[in-house]
């Protein structure tokens, strides 16, 4: 489960990288994209205006001939056979401004219509004196037009107009648009799967070391393994460096465990014998009382700091059958004169995170106080549970016996440190107290209810690799 979990937030970071490089690919194509397309509008529109102003030039260049402005002046279709068409979309137009009589000539393609002039906010007015924009035609169709004013001296001031059919404009955009949306997305497609590849090899390293690590913890390894990538070498390093210092940390903390039990023991084993001289004195008898206290007390959080140190060694990995199998054949030894049974069931793969000591003690503790309760029956249940995918497995340990149980007030008594409910029965008193302490180091429980088979049920949870 823990693998998965690493599995899930690796393919996590490489889902947001990339997604974040395909954002960011397909924002700058798409601004690159309009960019382009405005460019080549713009520069289309200048080729068309080169165009109309030519045709401009050259009507202008007619109108001002000597015998112009005469009314039978034949103009000519200025090298473009759509002037000659009617409602071809290329028209010209030259009209008197300075006269309140209509003077107005137009190319054969106007027919009888005339064009619409512009003004400051449909065009643009050059340094060369000629207005550029855009009208509606005879025919609602979109033109580009320029006009310029000329002044004729005597013949009079007039508008002369040319207009060209803005489909080309258009026609030629969308054609250049259609290509580049086809090359752009043959790029994006090769971007996103270098970018895939890419995210995917970058990242191949981060996957080793977290396959790394899930192999320490295990306890299938002992050190992150191989050569890794510059960026990802120190990472490497000082992981290593930090197990290596944890497992020191812990042995210190062993050695130093050792040496305070001894320290303590001589004093204690001195003082139970000086008192043992006066057995008969009431002062030595409460000495004698209170060194056993001391003992249980020393013992017992020596073991808690014993274990303490253990539980933070990683890769430590027990497998649970051997070590039931090995204290179901110890319990029927000790316990032959009442010839009880214990059987066992369960998962025989199932795997315990933590010293094979830690879990022997626990179970232990749990079926010798089985045994001493039943009558003739101890049953031991071995189970591993997926929780959800946020959550390890745990392994469960169920111990039941058909001796007389508990109440539910006596369970919780049995539970706290030296509760004893049948001074009759061998023991100090610590067992159930102690198994409670060291599930709980291991981020696990113990829980006691009824049993099936009519006694007590202790169920052990603990943390399954």
């Known amino acids: 489960m823990d693998h998965e979990l690493r599995k899930r937030g690796t393919s996590s970071l490489a889902t947001r990288l990339f997604l974040s490089a395909t954002a960011w690919v397909v924002v700058i194509l798409v601004i690159t994209g309009f960019v382009l397309s405005s460019v080549y509008r713009q520069a289309v529109e200048r080729s068309f205006d080169r165009r109309l102003n030519l045709y401009l030039r050259t009507l202008i260049a007619e109108a001002a001939t000597p015998d112009e402005p005469g009314a039978d002046h034949p103009f000519q279709s200025l090298g473009e056979p759509l002037f000659e068409i009617p409602l071809?979309?290329?028209?010209?137009?030259?009209?008197?401004?300075?006269?309140?009589?209509?003077?107005?000539?137009?190319?054969?393609?106007?027919?009888?219509?005339?064009?619409?002039k512009l003004d400051d906010t449909t065009g643009t007015l050059t340094p060369a004196g000629v207005r550029i924009g855009y009208v509606s035609g005879p025919e609602d169709q979109r033109l580009r037009i320029v006009e310029r004013q000329v002044d004729f001296g005597s013949d009079g001031k007039f508008l002369v107009t040319v207009?060209?059919?803005?489909?080309?404009?258009?026609?030629?955009?969308?054609?250049?648009?259609?290509?580049?949306?086809?090359?752009f997305l043959t790029l994006t497609l090769v971007l996103v799967f270098t970018t895939i590849f890419q995210v995917r090899f970058g990242l191949a390293p981060l996957k080793r070391i977290s396959d790394s690590l899930a192999a320490i913890r295990s306890g299938r390894a002992e050190r992150l393994e191989g050569e890794f990538p510059v960026e990802i070498a120190p990472l490497a390093r000082e992981t290593n460096a930090l197990i290596d210092a944890n497992r020191e940390i812990v042995e210190r903390a062993r050695t130093h465990v050792g040496n305070l039990a001894h320290a303590i023991k001589t004093p204690l084993s001195v003082i139970v014998n000086e008192a043992n001289v006066h057995g008969a004195d009431p002062f030595a008898s409460k000495v004698l009382e209170q060194a056993d206290v001391m003992r249980d007390q020393v013992a017992h959080h020596l073991e808690r700091a014993r274990i303490a140190a253990r539980v933070t060694v990683v890769g430590t990995i027990t497998d649970v059958t051997p070590?039931?199998?090995g204290l179901r054949r110890t319990m029927e030894k000790i316990h032959r004169d009442k010839d009880i049974a214990i059987d066992v069931e369960g998962n025989e793969q199932a795997k315990f995170r933590g010293e094979r000591q830690d879990l022997e003690?626990?179970?232990?503790?749990?079926?010798?106080?089985?045994?001493?309760?039943?009558?003739s029956r101890v049953f031991i249940e071995?189970?591993?549970?997926?929780?959800?995918?946020?959550?390890?497995?745990?392994?469960?340990?169920?111990?039941?016996?058909?001796?007389?149980?508990?109440?539910?007030?006596?369970?919780?008594?049995?539970?706290?440190?030296?509760?004893?409910?049948?001074?009759?029965?061998?023991g100090s008193?610590?067992?159930?107290?102690?198994?409670?302490?060291?599930?709980a180091l291991y981020q696990g429980n113990l829980s006691l209810g009824t049993s099936p088979i009519g006694g007590l049920r202790a169920e052990l949870i603990l943390p399954a690799a």
């Open 88 to 116: 071809s979309g290329w028209y010209w137009q030259i009209a008197r401004v300075d006269s309140d009589k209509v003077d107005v000539r137009s190319s054969r393609s106007l027919w009888d219509k005339q064009l619409t």
């Open 163 to 183: 207009a060209g059919d803005a489909t080309e404009i258009v026609d030629e955009t969308r054609t250049f648009d259609y290509y580049l949306g086809g090359t």
């Open 323 to 325: 070590v039931i199998e």
């Open 361 to 375: 003690e626990m179970v232990g503790n749990l079926v010798d106080n089985a045994c001493k309760w039943a009558r």
């Open 382 to 426: 071995v189970m591993v549970n997926v929780l959800t995918a946020d959550r390890p497995p745990m392994l469960h340990i169920i111990v039941d016996d058909d001796g007389p149980g508990l109440s539910p007030a006596e369970r919780t008594q049995v539970a706290r440190r030296g509760q004893r409910l049948d001074e009759s029965k061998p």
């Open 429 to 439: 008193g610590l067992g159930l107290s102690i198994i409670v302490e060291l599930a």
